[in-house]
């Protein structure tokens, strides 16, 4: 039995992760990490330790002396921010004597900032939208005229770190795309794109020096609260859906090889579907796993155990199938505050009654 340390403990990303490893085999000992304490009230690891956020100069002090008391078997890291603050450090982590399951820290510098992103899915031939970087007025005005749709709108989103949509908007509006720039003081950070459609889909892999271990499809059916955020998104899933694509899958792989030669670790491709119906790689959420990983876990395929028992053990799945192992139609139904439930389609309608 071995102790893992996860970070951002108590917030759903993480919890999805330490509930996954609870409910593996080995009765592993999770110790929880986080920078928020009434996230931390709410984990289910056995411990909560309180560690300052990763982008001010009391972290890397604080994890390693974390790291120094606690020794930890290995240590995972579930948000875009301290995963990159986390990788500059990787070798005086390793030092400690915890293991880490990462990828290089250049294809994590490329995932995080999503205009490099765009460049590499590019340069490598994949159908992505257009992007501009937004450095100044006539660079947005350059935007509305080049990447505007049929109404004139385009797609305006913060390239730096962070999850869950971050400055994103859709508008056909010069002036109010001006004043939103303004207002997260984006100027030579927002990225304009030319409009996807809302039909989204992600395809969570992990890899070991090259070598795709397993990957699994998932649909969205929606964002919580989407209809309480100006761009629709969330970052939050309403509905996620097992599914099984082979161009999903074949763009998926063509989107991380754009960005790692040799790819190793967590790597969640986000795509959304362009007017002809072709899925375009909008970002890689890069060595984490998705908000909704519990929904595979539920289902039969826990990733997250999968994932260390790689990192601790040296120890890979038997999977009869490494791609898309699960049945499509599965339903992950999620609300706030509420237990989410797997379900099937039907399993829905038979509950539900229509007047």
């Known amino acids: 039995m071995s102790k893992i340390l996860i970070a951002g403990a108590g917030g759903t990303p993480s919890e999805g992760v330490i509930k996954s490893i609870l409910r593996g085999?080995?009765?592993?000992?999770?110790?929880?990490?986080?920078?928020e304490p009434t996230d931390l009230v709410l984990t289910a690891?056995?411990?909560?330790?309180?560690?300052?956020?990763?982008n001010t100069p009391e972290y890397k002090t604080r994890l390693l002396r974390i790291l120094e008391t606690e020794k930890p078997d290995f240590v995972h890291f579930q948000n875009d921010l301290e995963i990159f603050h986390a990788s500059l450090i990787r070798d005086e982590i390793l030092a400690t004597g915890t293991k880490m399951f990462m990828p290089e820290h250049e294809v994590i510098d490329t995932c995080v900032?999503?205009?490099?992103?765009?460049?590499?899915?590019?340069?490598?031939?994949v159908t992505v939208p257009k992007n501009m970087m937004i450095h100044d007025e006539d660079d947005l005005r350059v935007a509305f005229a080049e990447l505007?749709?049929?109404?004139?709108?385009?797609?305006?989103?913060?390239?730096?770190?962070?999850?869950?949509g971050k400055g994103a908007i859709p508008t056909a509006d010069y002036s109010l795309a001006k004043a939103w720039i303004n207002h997260y003081q984006g100027w030579g950070d927002f990225v304009a794109a030319s409009m996807l459609t809302p039909n989204t889909v992600t395809w969570l892999s992990i890899w070991y020096e090259g070598e795709l271990i397993v990957a699994q499809t998932r649909a969205r059916q929606g964002w919580t609260h989407g209809n309480r955020s100006i761009s629709g998104v969330t970052g939050v899933t309403k509905v996620g859906v097992t599914s099984s694509n082979e161009e999903v899958t074949r763009i998926a792989i063509e989107s991380i090889k754009a960005v790692s030669a040799k790819p190793h670790g967590i790597f969640g491709v986000d795509m959304a579907?362009?007017?002809?119906?072709?899925?375009?790689?909008?970002?890689?959420?890069?060595?984490?796993?998705?908000?909704t990983v519990l929904f595979f876990t539920e289902a039969g395929l826990n990733m997250p155990e999968i994932f260390t028992n790689i990192a601790l053990y040296g120890e890979f799945p038997q999977l009869e199938n490494k791609i898309n192992p699960l049945p499509n139609e599965l339903h992950w139904v999620r609300g706030m505050d509420v237990a989410p439930r797997l379900m099937t389609e039907s399993a829905i309608s038979q509950e539900i009654l229509f007047s």
């Open 45 to 54: 690891a056995s411990k909560k330790i309180y560690v300052p956020y990763a």
């Open 148 to 164: 505007g749709d049929e109404d004139g709108k385009i797609w305006l989103r913060a390239s730096s770190i962070g999850g869950g």
């Open 273 to 291: 579907y362009d007017q002809n119906g072709v899925p375009n790689p909008t970002e890689i959420n890069i060595s984490r796993f998705f908000t």
């Open 25 to 35: 085999s080995r009765q592993e000992t999770v110790i929880g990490m986080g920078s």
């Open 113 to 125: 900032h999503k205009y490099k992103s765009y460049l590499s899915f590019k340069a490598a031939g």
